[in-house]
């Protein structure tokens, strides 16, 4: 009997292809979409909601909560394999890990990314909100820049993750593609999925490695691979298009740290996000 995939709900395009088919208890097949890539590598955020939509199914809990992740190798668009494995379940707390792999051009599996997560219920968290921070001062989307304004940026290799986002740059930070970058390392946009669907926790995973690397506004071109990324996911996003600001404060021995925060329409501050990256080689 043929089974059903895990996450294709509507006609998302994001859902289709994060979607993942359970073959057995906590391992799942799946297929990475080239729709997803940017310099030839399929993104890391979207490799994140592939893994978070699988541990979401083998875990008690639904949303996610924290998602570590260490990027061993890059992944490539085609078949792969999630295997999870529960580590602890509590009252309002479970955790888990799980390891993407592919096989190379020799047919061997090869470990793509390995991921540490902690999944709650973001419903049943408390209302009570004291924080200091503010969201980022983005100009309105029609005073912003999107993929379809202007010449294309020369950047290597395909890009086919821009057909599949309605990003909205601002224009503080896109100096990089006309060929005068800042020399600040700052990435600011409104995101949204191209085909209209509304951000829910597993896109936001996505979003917060979807703008173009703040490195490209230092003054760097090439590809901009992730170390690490750890996500902290604060609450279900309201309808409607977010807002995400990437910093960069030290880039130093080749590698640069990067620190998002994305804030959904009713200016809360609903993901969180720090990630190393090797800076592009020059």
Same mark, same amino acid.
């Given at each position: 009997m043929a089974q059903t995939p895990i996450g294709t709900l509507g006609d998302s395009e994001f859902d289709r292809d994060t979607a993942v088919v359970r073959c057995e208890p906590g391992v799942y097949d799946t297929e990475l979409s080239a729709g997803w890539t940017i310099m030839n590598a399929v993104n890391g955020g979207y490799l994140l909601a592939v893994i978070g939509r699988a541990l979401a199914d083998a875990l008690p809990h639904p949303d996610p909560f924290t998602v570590s992740a260490h990027y061993f190798t890059p992944s490539t668009p085609g078949p792969a394999v999630v295997r999870t494995e529960a580590v602890r379940s509590g009252r309002t707390l479970s955790s888990g890990q799980a390891s993407l792999f592919q096989r190379d051009a020799e047919g061997n599996e090869v470990e793509r990314i390995r991921?540490?997560? %902690?999944?709650?219920?973001?419903?049943?968290?408390s209302e009570d909100v004291r924080t200091t921070a503010k969201p980022p001062a983005i100009p309105p989307q029609e005073h912003c820049f999107g993929? %379809? $304004? #202007?010449?294309?940026?020369?950047?290597? #290799? %395909?890009?086919?993750?821009?057909?599949?986002? $309605?990003?909205?740059? $601002?224009?503080?930070?896109?100096?990089w593609a006309v060929g005068a970058p800042s020399g600040k390392g700052e990435m600011r946009a409104w995101f949204g999925l191209a085909d209209g669907r509304d951000a829910d926790p597993l896109s936001l995973l996505l979003a917060v490695d979807a703008l173009p690397p703040t490195s490209f506004e230092l003054g760097l071109k090439g590809w901009t691979p992730t170390v690490e990324l750890t996500c902290h996911v604060r609450s279900r996003p309201a309808p409607g298009p977010l807002r995400v600001s990437v910093v960069t404060r030290n880039l130093a021995g080749g590698f640069l740290e990067e620190d998002a925060e994305v804030w959904d329409s009713a200016d809360r501050l609903v993901a969180q996000s720090r990630q190393l990256a090797r800076a592009p080689r020059q």
């Open positions: 991921v540490l997560a %902690s999944y709650g219920d973001l419903d049943a968290l993929t %379809s $304004d #202007g010449p294309a940026p020369e950047i290597p #290799g %395909s890009n086919a993750i821009t057909e599949r986002l $309605d990003l909205r740059l $601002d224009p503080a930070t896109v100096g």
